[in-house]
C-alpha cells in the first residue's frame, strides 16, 4: 500500500479559508467512505478532527469540514485561527487495513 | 473517557524485538472495538502499523506484516506489539489507540523508541 498524497504545506491568513487535499487510489479514498482527518500540534498525540468523510467528533469546531470526490478527500478550515496551526493527516481504509497522509503543515500567517 | 498509556522500553538493540503493551482504563478491552498501534519516526509522518480485536484476526500493514505481532491480554485490559528484526528505521513515537468504529478517536501520549547498538 501506498501513502495518500497530501501537499506538504499550506497556509491561510487569520479568518480565511484554506483546504488540503489527500489523494489515493479507487481502493482507498475512493473506495470508501472512511477518510479520517487528524490534527497534530508538536510534541502532542493526533487529534480527530473528521471521521467517515464529512462528519465531526464532539467538541471539533464546526470550521472545520470535510468532502471527497473520487479518489481525493478534502480538509477545509474556514475562519482560520492562530491555534489551527498544526500538522494534518488524512487517513483511509483500504479494506482490512488502513493507510495515511504523508501529512500537511498548515500555517496561519 | 477511555485513557491509554503505552509502556516499554525506550531503546532496543538492532535485530533485536520491539516489544510494547498499551494499558486500557476507563473501558474494557473486551468491548467490540478494534484496538491499534501507529508510528512516527523523528519529524515524519504517521504509520499505521496494525490493529487487533479481541477475539478475532489482527490485521497489519502488509510491509510490516513478516516482523509484526499483536495480541490482547484481557485479565490485564491491555494490549501489546511485537516487531522483530529492529532496525534503525523502526525508531519512531509509537502509539496506540482504540478504534471506535472507523474512525480513531482515542490515543495514548505516544513513546519514544530508539533502535541503536
Known amino acids: 500500500q501506498s501513502a495518500l498524497t497530501q501537499p506538504p504545506s499550506a497556509s491561510g491568513s487569520p479568518g480565511q479559508s484554506v483546504t488540503i487535499s489527500c489523494t489515493g487510489t479507487?481502493?482507498?479514498?475512493?473506495?470508501?467512505?472512511?477518510v479520517s482527518w487528524y490534527q497534530q500540534h508538536p510534541g502532542k498525540a493526533p487529534k480527530l478532527m473528521i471521521y467517515?468523510?464529512?462528519k465531526r467528533p464532539s467538541g471539533v469546531p464546526d470550521r472545520f469540514s470535510g468532502s471527497k470526490s473520487g479518489n481525493t478527500a478534502s480538509l477545509t478550515v474556514s475562519g482560520l485561527q492562530a491555534e489551527d496551526e498544526a500538522d494534518y493527516y488524512c487517513?483511509?481504509?483500504?479494506?482490512?487495513?488502513?493507510?495515511f497522509g504523508g501529512g500537511t503543515k498548515l500555517a496561519v500567517l | 473517557q477511555v485513557q491509554l498509556q503505552e509502556s516499554g522500553p525506550g531503546l532496543v538493540k538492532p535485530s533485536g524485538t520491539l516489544s510494547l503493551t498499551c494499558a486500557v482504563s476507563?473501558?474494557?478491552?473486551?468491548?467490540?472495538?478494534?484496538w491499534s498501534w501507529v508510528r512516527q519516526p523523528p519529524g515524519r509522518g504517521l504509520e499505521w502499523i496494525g490493529e487487533?480485536?479481541?477475539?478475532?484476526?489482527?490485521n497489519y500493514n502488509p510491509s510490516l506484516k513478516s516482523r509484526v505481532t499483536m495480541s490482547v491480554d484481557k485479565s490485564n485490559n491491555q494490549f501489546s506489539l511485537k516487531l522483530a528484526s529492529a532496525t534503525a528505521a523502526d525508531t519512531a513515537i509509537y502509539y496506540c489507540?482504540?478504534?471506535?468504529?472507523?474512525?480513531?478517536?482515542?490515543w495514548g501520549q505516544g513513546i519514544l523508541v530508539t533502535v541503536s547498538p
Open positions: 489507540a482504540k478504534d471506535s468504529g472507523y474512525r480513531t478517536e482515542d
Open positions: 467517515e468523510v464529512t
Open positions: 487517513s483511509s481504509y483500504a479494506g482490512s487495513n488502513w493507510v
Open positions: 487487533i480485536y479481541p477475539g478475532g484476526s489482527p
Open positions: 479507487s481502493s482507498d479514498v475512493g473506495g470508501y467512505n472512511y
Open positions: 476507563g473501558d474494557s478491552i473486551s468491548s467490540s472495538y478494534w
